[in-house]
């Protein structure tokens, strides 16, 4: 779906999605396909706008999955930078799990220790295995 979205934001004009896929006379089989010989895809640009947009959506655990996909299947070329930027919303449940177990009245920093749970949960998700 982003990749459709991106093409739609895009390209002008198409009149179908074989259109979309459609470059220089060369139709691809996926919208991925096509926003990458488009040179769409140049940087993490897409999977940043991708996380952010999950934020607002979904829950730090969908989130955390959506992170795991990416980082598995989509080659990117520095997953670290994507980690650094959202990894206080891919542990916020960890850390309100915190909070209220210390009271709420008790501030909190999201921590280390936080982080590395949240990477454990990560590494737990199944990628294509049996």
């Known amino acids: 779906m982003y990749f459709l979205r991106l093409l739609l934001h895009n390209v002008r004009g198409p009149i179908s999605f074989a259109d979309l896929k459609t470059v220089d006379d060369i139709t691809y089989s996926t919208f991925e396909e096509s926003c990458r010989a488009r040179n769409l895809l140049v940087d993490d640009l897409q999977w940043e706008l991708t996380m952010e947009e999950a934020v607002s959506t979904v829950t730090a655990n969908e989130l955390r999955e959506l992170f795991a996909i990416v980082i598995v299947f989509c080659m990117l070329p520095n997953p670290v930078d994507l980690w650094e930027r ?22 909190i920093n999201f921590s280390n220790s936080m982080y590395n749970e949240c990477l454990l949960r990560i590494q737990t998700y199944p990628m294509g295995e049996d």
């Open 86 to 107: 959202f990894k206080n919303d891919m542990t916020y449940d960890i850390h309100r799990q915190m909070q209220l177990q210390f009271g709420s009245d008790t501030p």
